[in-house]
Each structure stands twice: as C-alpha cells, then as structure tokens.
C-alpha cells in the first residue's frame, strides 16, 4: 500500500468532516505536503455535492425571497452613509477637495482607532493627533460650514459629462468615489462601482444611484484587503448590485 | 442577487431542510448562505467548480453547524472542491438529483445508511461506528466506496 492509499478512505471521511480526533489532525499534517491528497480531497467533495442534489424537492416559502432582497437591500445602502442625496452640499463642492478631505478623516479616524488600542505610551501621539484634528477643522471649514456660499464653475454652452473620480487608498483599504452629471437609471436599477485588480475579474465595490442632480458616492464599501487597482469601472446592474458585470462599462478609468 | 436566488434557492433550501428537518431554521440558513454569496462573491471560484455544487457543500457544512449548536467551523472561502458536473440550469440540478436517487438506491442498505448519517447527520465515522455496531474500518470502506460511487455515476 502506498503513502497515500494509505489516506485514501481517511479523505473521504475528511471530505465529509467525518474525521475527527489524531486521524484528522494526521491527515491535516499530510495534506500540506502532498499535493495528490489535496487533489483527492477535492475531488471528493465535489462528490459529496453530488450527494446534497438527492435532497432536491422543497422549495423556499415565497417571504424568503423578499426577506433576502430586504437584507441585501439594506447591506447595499450601508455604504451610502455619506450620500450627496442625502448631504445635497456635498455635490457643490470641487470632488477633489472633498474626497481629500473625507480621506484624510477616515486616515486619521483609522489613526485614532490604532492609537487607543495602544494607549500605554501614547499620550504624546494622542496629543499630535488632537492636533491634527484641530488642522483638519480649519481645513474643512470652508468646505463644511452651512454659511459657505459654494460655487461650481462650468465651460459656458458645454453640456455636463458624467464623470467620477475614485480615491483609493490600498494601504487602508479606503475607497472613496464621487460621481457627478449621472444619468438617471431604468427603475430598479443602479449604478455598480468596479475594482479591476492587476489581475483576476472586477470585485464589486459598491452601489449607487444619483440624485436630482446626478450627483452620487460610495464611501468605503467592503472590499479584499490589499488588492490592488489596475482601473475603475461602471456599469449599471440590478439595484441590489450584481457579484460579476452583466452589461457593458459605461466608465472607467486608470490611475492618474 | 436575485437572478443567484432564483436559480439557486431550491439546492441550498432544500439541503438545509435535509439536515435541520425544520422549515424555520432551513430558511434560517437560506438567509445565511446567500447574504455571505453577496457580502464575499469572490469565495466562489467559478473555475473549480459550478455555483450549484459549491453553495450545496457550503450549505450542508452550515446547516451541520446549525444542527449541533455550533460555531460556523468552515469559513466559505475554505470550501474548495474541483470540477463537478455542470449544474447550472434547473434541467441539470433535476437530472442530478434523479441521477443521485438512483445511485443511492442501488446500495446496499447499509453502505447508503453509513453514507447518509455522516452526510445528513454530521455523525463522525466513530460515531456511526458506535451507532451500527460495525467495525471502524468498514464504516470507512463504506464511506469511501459510496462516494467513489456516486462520482463513476456521473463520469459515464
């Protein structure tokens, strides 16, 4: 009997987390050094799918449906936190000094966040950041404060273009987009904000849907740590926002 | 989300229903398995395998947890099989399932009951052992011949 004959009826087991105890924790110690045994184990729990189709018959009561779209529907609005229809001052502003500034909180906020965790011999640093605060307030200021009169300046007799401009910041896994000048969309559809990785298939990072004024965002929705962008993408999907792009990009772009 | 659910729902409920025999708790799950689809698409890796048969693993290993008052064990990104049959249309999963029934009908009592509790149950093979009063390593052979089994039915 070979080695791995040896494992061959311990990987069925394992396949259908049968194996338990020093069987299981020897054959975890085999399976990372052998490469035919993953293989196999593999192979044998796509058969234990098979075993799941002989259940096949019932069907989800109809309220499940809803309850799921209701919930995904809710998950999808949680990154529109900070949305323009929500903030209309928000979309006077140039996108650029926004997002630098929303960029810069989420930063420090983050900052914040790590330096309570080590508070020990942080008095110092808390103290820098407090400073920091204050810097970012008079930063802000003039972008946040209601009494700001708030300009956009315009190419007289040329007709909006959407455009949108992505902030992302790897390192913090930040992603910040702001949209302007948008079509309005079909009912029930929205617009789908894409990631396209230096390689692999565009990873969704976030919904949204424009205002009045086609203005929109998408504030750090949840993405893979660390993966970095190649481009931006747009295309219009289902409002409860799509794993994969079903219809052509409407827009992308590269770093600048 | 919704085309994912329509096509899918059945396999994963009906699954989840297996296991838990309760309707509650198999949409319980229902729930469970597809909001992970949506929050993390990319644990499927539509390379390896089809969507069909990784949401039914997924969701068996869900159920088991949910069954045993436990802890999910298996992350979904750890649920990695390679290539299964195609089961991406509802003429396919039926097809399937008529195909499994019929392999499961075939073995011996003892061999589709050895199978099933491990698989429905969660039972491990010192369990069923107990359970059976057969020796491990038959509940072993048993286990992996099923298995091999249902895999030869669907090569040919």
Redesign the interface.
């Known amino acids: 009997m070979s080695e791995h004959e040896q494992y ?6 394992y ?7 020093d069987d299981r924790a020897k054959l975890d110690q085999h399976l990372t050094a052998c490469g035919s045994c993953r ?1 196999e184990l ?20 109809q309220r ?2 809803q ?3 209701d ?2 529907a809710r ?1 999808a609005r949680a990154p529109l936190a900070h949305d323009v229809a929500r903030r209309p001052w928000w979309g006077w502003l140039g996108w650029a000094a926004t997002a630098a500034v929303i960029v810069f909180a989420l930063s420090l906020w983050q900052e914040n966040t790590v330096l309570r965790a080590t508070l020990g011999s942080a008095s110092a640093r808390q103290a820098e950041s407090a400073r920091q605060l204050e810097q970012l307030r008079k930063i802000a200021a003039p972008i946040i404060e209601p009494e700001t009169q708030r300009v956009t300046l315009v190419a007289t007799k040329t007709p909006p273009q959407p455009q949108g401009k992505a902030f992302y910041l790897r390192s913090r896994n930040s992603l910040v987009f702001l949209a302007s000048n948008m079509p309005a969309l079909p009912p029930q559809k929205a617009y789908e904000l894409w990631l396209i990785p230096m390689s692999g ?1 565009p ?2 990072a976030g919904v949204f849907k424009p205002d009045a004024h086609g203005s929109g965002s998408v504030v750090n929705p ?1 993405l ?1 740590a660390g993966l970095e962008a190649k481009a931006f993408a747009i295309t219009i999907e ?1 409002e ?5 792009p079903t219809s052509p990009i409407l827009m992308s772009g590269t770093g600048e | ?6 096509r899918y ?7 989840a ?2 296991v838990l025999g309760d ?1 509650g708790a ?2 319980d799950v ?2 469970e398995v ?2 992970q ?6 644990s499927f890796n539509a390379a ?2 089809s969507l ?3 949401l ?2 997924v ?3 869900r159920a ?1 947890d949910s069954l045993r008052k436990r802890r999910p064990e ?1 992350d979904i990104e750890d ?7 195609d ?1 991406a249309g509802a003429a396919e ?2 097809r ?2 008529e195909k ?2 019929g392999v ?1 009908g075939a073995m011996a009592p003892a061999q589709r009951s050895a ?1 099933e509790l ?3 149950e ?5 369990e ?1 052992a107990e359970k059976t009063g057969e020796p491990l390593g038959t509940i ?2 048993r ?2 011949a099923g ?2 089994a ?2 030869k039915a ?1 090569q040919t």
């Open positions: 061959d009826e311990d990987l069925a087991l396949a259908l987390d049968a194996l338990r105890g293989l593999e192979r044998l729990r796509a058969d234990t799918a098979l075993l799941a189709m002989s259940a096949m018959g019932p069907r989800p009561p499940a449906r309850r799921l779209l919930a995904v998950e298939s990873v969704p949840p893979p289902n409860a926002g799509s794993p994969t | 989300m919704a085309d994912l659910y329509d729902s059945s396999v994963v409920y009906a699954v229903l297996r309707t198999a949409e229902l729930q597809f909001l689809l949506w929050r993390n698409p990319n390896r395998g069909a048969s990784w039914a693993v969701t068996r290993n088991i298996t649920v990695v099989f390679s290539v299964a049959p089961l999963l039926s399937a399932a499994v029934r499961m199978l491990a698989y429905w969660g039972m491990s093979h010192s069923i072993k052979t286990i992996r298995l091999i249902l895999r669907f």
